[in-house]
């Protein structure tokens, strides 16, 4: 099994709606999450993170932890043409911060 | 935002050669840096932990003697492919932990939050 598993889409929605985005991860002691955001031949960038359980939310965008059932997710309103990129879930395992573990990804597409 | 840079952004070299790439905090110092490989539409997948003054650590199945690195300073991390061959070509991606003294007072310490370089695409022939 992966540490980090992402269904890798692409996922393909109308300007205007609401995208959302799925991790789950493996390791039970994960303790950190992360969703970073990278275009074609670009390097990650940060959109996100969340430890505790529940929602937190900036902006357009929400991140939503479920330690027991061992899921992230991302949602993002009011998608943008802009916001087409591939959405990465990285997970921080050990003592060692920023030590990441990171998903496939999911290829977002927004359409005007 | 702090800024890191990675040169080259691109390289390509001749198979047996040896490449080296840089990583620079440019605005804050991180004692320790990350280096992960991504090939295309794959993960990005971590190589190695990059401690300043002391030893990298190296995740299972990465060969530290093939993939050198050196973390000499608080703002510099080198990665050496030694002896490439075309298998290691790919998009090698460093990133950077601030140290928390640079941390601004707002930031929770613990989120361990990363700064990417731009990456650097390696093809070897």
């Known amino acids: 099994q992966k540490e980090v598993e992402q269904n890798s889409g692409p996922l393909s929605v109308p300007e205007g709606a609401i995208a959302s985005l799925n991790c789950t991860y493996s390791?039970?002691?994960?303790?950190?999450f992360f969703w970073y955001r990278q275009y074609s031949g670009k390097s990650p960038e940060l959109i996100m993170f969340?430890?505790?359980?529940g929602d937190k939310e900036d902006g357009r965008f929400t991140a939503q932890l479920n330690k027991a059932s061992q899921y992230v997710s991302l949602l993002i309103r009011d998608s943008q043409p802009s916001d087409s990129a591939t959405y990465l879930c990285a997970v921080k395992r050990g003592s060692t911060l920023g030590r990441l573990y990171f998903g496939r990804g999911t290829q977002l597409t927004v359409w005007p | 935002g702090a800024v890191v840079s990675q040169h080259p952004s691109r390289v390509i070299c001749k198979s047996g050669t040896s490449v080296k790439i840089e990583c620079r905090s440019l605005?804050?110092?991180?004692?320790?840096m990350f280096w992960y490989r991504q090939f295309p539409k794959q993960s990005l997948m971590l190589m190695a932990t990059?401690?300043?003054?002391?030893?990298?650590?190296?995740e299972q199945g990465v060969e530290k003697d093939k993939f050198l690195i050196n973390h000499a300073s608080l703002t510099l991390s080198t990665l050496t492919v030694t002896s490439a061959h075309p298998e290691d070509s790919s998009f090698y991606i460093c990133?950077?932990?601030?140290?928390?003294?640079?941390?601004?007072?707002?930031?929770?310490?613990?989120?361990?939050?990363?700064?990417f370089g731009e990456g650097s695409r390696l093809t070897v022939l």
């Open positions: 390791d039970r002691g994960s303790q950190s």
């Open positions: 990059s401690n300043e003054g002391s030893k990298a650590t190296y």
């Open positions: 605005d804050f110092q991180a004692t320790t």
């Open positions: 969340i430890y505790s359980n």
């Open positions: 990133s950077a932990l601030p140290s928390p003294s640079l941390w601004d007072k707002n930031q929770n310490a613990n989120t361990g939050e990363l700064f």
